[in-house]
T-cell receptor, first 117, second 110 residues
Framework: GAVVSQHPSWVICKSGTSVKIECRSL??????MFWYRQFPKQSLMLMAT?????????EQGVEKDKFLINHASLTLSTLTVTSAHPEDSSFYIC?????????????FGEGSRLTVL | LAKTTQPISMDSYEGQEVNITCSHN???????ITWYQQFPSQGPRFIIQ???TKVTNEVASLFIPADRKSSTLSLPRVSLSDTAVYYC???????????FGAGTILRVKS
């Protein structure tokens, strides 16, 4: 199946700093990618839909100035957590679909665990 | 987007068949039903997808009744490594904006 890779897989940062997480589709092009956040023992929560070449669409309650999303190419979307605080500590997961298999299958990255001290 | 309801958790033993049922009463005509598996600290992994009747692949079967208001994921002869969270999702055929429900924690014991 298609492969989606995230980097870094884990990151620890100080409060107030910004952290960038990359999501790459390795063997297919993805016009659309999705960013999720998952807190311990909870389900995935959709944060935003990242569209190549245009602005991301954020879900209600997600601060677009806090979570900057850039989808500059068909294989790369980035999520930048700006001025991170301890409450932003979470597991961030991206997903993408080739859009050509007609199955609607989403391929997920390995996830990136962010810890803000 | 159709909301899904699943049991919070299930326990099973190695070698048993496990059936996890999901309710999706408000499923739309164009919606497909997809199941994902998630291990701790990993991204979800696709298991199976269907629209109606029965679908089977190398790891699972998916049973969907005629009214499509529910579906059942069947895992034949589970092993310890099948301990994970299983999510049932409904959405269009392009995976757009899939919304995750609470999922079902499956614990397989020896």
């Amino acid at each position: 199946g298609a492969v989606v890779s995230q980097h870094p897989s884990w990151v620890i940062c100080k409060s107030g700093t910004s952290v960038k997480i990359e999501c790459r589709s390795l063997d297919f092009q993805a016009t659309t990618m999705f960013w999720y956040r998952q807190f311990p023992k909870q389900s995935l929560m959709l944060m935003a839909t990242s569209n190549e070449g245009s602005k991301a669409t954020y879900e209600q309650g997600v601060e677009k100035d806090k979570f900057l999303i850039n989808h500059a190419s068909l294989t790369l979307s980035t999520l930048t957590v700006t001025s991170a605080h301890p409450e932003d500590s979470s597991f961030y997961i991206c997903s993408a679909s080739p859009g050509t298999t007609n199955t609607g299958e989403l391929f997920f990255g390995e996830g990136s665990r962010l810890t803000v001290l | 987007l159709a909301k899904t309801t699943q049991p919070i958790s299930m326990d099973s033993y190695e070698g048993q068949e496990v059936n996890i049922t999901c309710s999706h009463n408000n499923i739309a005509t164009n919606d497909y039903i997809t199941w994902y598996q998630q291990f701790p600290s990993q991204g979800p992994r696709f298991i199976i997808q269907g629209y109606k009747t029965k679908v089977t692949n190398e790891v699972a079967s998916l049973f969907i009744p005629a009214d499509r208001k529910s579906s059942t994921l069947s895992l034949p002869r589970v092993s310890l490594s099948d301990t994970a969270v299983y999510y049932c999702l409904v959405g269009d055929n392009w995976g757009n904006k899939l919304v995750f429900g609470a999922g079902t924690i499956l614990r397989v014991k020896s």
